[in-house]
């Protein structure tokens, strides 16, 4: 995770601002590439959630959240019955959406069976962008699309093997979340190329 800036004064994306755990969350966590398992799956639940919702929601939550789905420890959830559904529902501290919770708990039980035919999940979802963090040069939030062709082959794929709440819009924000693709904008000091062009102009 990256070193957490030291003055607010530094150029970020436009979303980054007003709360707190927003300004964390972009400078911290969001774009940084994340490659275990047990993380992406955390991450891949809190967009499944925040669908409808605004992510600062989720965010305000998300300790709420592990401690409800036992740290997102895949193999725990997957375990899950109609009493764990139960006692989620009746949870103040979390979305109580039926329909997301029963997700979830398919989700780990898919992710479990996707295991047993990839080296790893985080493997599996890199294939999509050739292995490598895809970096976009966008100038504006305008040209930030919500979804990509890799996204949609991501949705499609993971449909396939069982997983829910995985729709091309949901995958993306997953996608950029967890480093696979870096959406930060060029003018942004958390974009890999803002270092160098300040370098070139001192």
């Known amino acids: 995770m ?12 436009p979303w980054a601002k007003g709360d707190p755990l927003y300004l964390a969350y972009h400078d911290e966590e969001w774009g940084v590439p994340e490659r275990d398992d047990r993380a992406l799956f955390e991450l891949l639940v809190l967009e ?9 929601t989720i965010l305000r939550k998300r300790e709420n959240f592990r401690r ?5 420890e895949p193999a725990r959830v997957a375990r899950y019955g109609p009493r764990a559904v139960k006692r989620l529902l009746s949870d103040p501290g979390i979305v ?12 780990a039980r898919a992710l479990l069976e996707l ?7 985080a493997g599996f979802v890199a294939s999509f962008v050739e292995g490598a963090p895809k970096v976009n040069k966008w100038r504006s939030p305008s040209q930030v699309p919500d979804q990509t062709p890799e996204s949609r082959a991501l ?8 997983f829910t709440f995985v729709g091309p819009t949901v995958c993306y924000a997953f996608m950029q979340a967890a480093g696979f693709v870096n959406d930060h904008l060029i003018g942004c000091y958390r974009h890999p190329s803002f ?8």
């Open 115 to 121: 295991r047993r035919f990839e080296e790893s999940f």
């Open 68 to 72: 409800a789905f036992s740290g997102f």
């Open 195 to 202: 270092g160098a062009r300040a370098r070139r102009r001192r």
């Open 155 to 162: 949705a499609r794929a993971l449909r396939e093997r069982g």
């Open 2 to 13: 990256a070193d957490r800036p030291s003055s607010l004064s530094r150029p970020r994306c």
């Open 96 to 107: 109580r959406h039926r329909g997301k919770i029963e997700g979830a708990i398919a989700n």
């Open 48 to 56: 499944g959630f925040q669908s409808g919702l605004s992510f600062v």
